[in-house]
């Protein structure tokens, strides 16, 4: 066992402590602990990634951020904040920093419950199920509301019996074709929930 007494601990940490506040000077421990956002994204190295930058769509800010794509699974491995982007200059949200989990997220729900008119059974359906029955209702909604002429018999081609309000999720590009697809049913009432 190592003798040591009071003198000679207080020596010994105190060169501790100097060594480590040190080291970052040369690139070391240190480094990791004082990164920005900026420093992290530039020691990125994409040798086995794709790097390319996108816009976070949780709101209409429009954060920029850098995605790194695996380049074998072409899926994403990292999502983080574009220094260079002149909104978030690097910086995230809690949401923007989470935002890989929209799409890589091994808990999100692949399969989703369906109850049949009248029935009291749920039942397991997968995304093209619900795809199709969403298009088949719109499509039986808008048949049975479509109003070629209004009561002065002027030429109107809408339809009074469907509604679309869009959510804060979508970024400018899927609002203009969302907006778009809408009015081509002949929707009157749409509405959007953008929000800073």
């Known amino acids: 066992m190592m003798n040591i007494n009071r003198r000679d601990f207080v020596k010994l940490?105190?060169?501790?402590a100097a060594g480590i506040a040190a080291v970052p000077a040369f690139g070391g421990l240190g480094q990791?602990?004082?990164?920005?956002?900026?420093?992290?994204a530039k020691q990125l190295?994409?040798?086995?990634?794709?790097?390319?930058?996108?816009?976070?769509?949780?709101c209409s800010v429009g954060c920029g951020l850098l995605v790194n794509t695996d380049l074998e699974t072409k899926r994403a491995v990292n999502v983080?904040?574009?220094?260079?982007?002149?909104?978030?200059e690097g910086a995230l949200c809690a949401k923007g920093a989470a935002s890989i989990q929209m799409t890589e997220n091994p808990k999100r729900p692949g399969k989703f419950l369906y109850r049949a008119p009248y029935s009291g059974e749920w039942e397991e359906k997968d995304w093209n199920f619900?795809?199709?029955?969403?298009?088949?209702?719109?499509?039986?909604s808008r048949d049975e509301s479509?109003?070629?002429k209004n009561?002065?018999?002027?030429v109107v081609n809408r339809t009074m019996g469907i509604a679309s309000l869009g959510s804060a999720a979508l970024d400018n590009e899927e609002c203009y074709a969302m907006h778009s697809f809408m009015r081509s049913l002949g929707?009157?009432?749409?509405?959007?929930?953008a929000r800073i």
């Open 13 to 16: 940490t105190t060169a501790a």
């Open 187 to 193: 929707l009157v009432y749409v509405e959007h929930q």
């Open 80 to 88: 983080e904040g574009n220094p260079d982007h002149p909104i978030n």
């Open 146 to 148: 479509f109003e070629k």
């Open 130 to 140: 619900c795809k199709t029955r969403i298009a088949q209702l719109i499509k039986k």
């Open 151 to 154: 009561a002065k018999g002027q």
């Open 45 to 58: 190295s994409p040798k086995w990634t794709q790097q390319t930058t996108s816009v976070c769509a949780f």
């Open 32 to 40: 990791a602990f004082a990164n920005t956002a900026e420093e992290r």
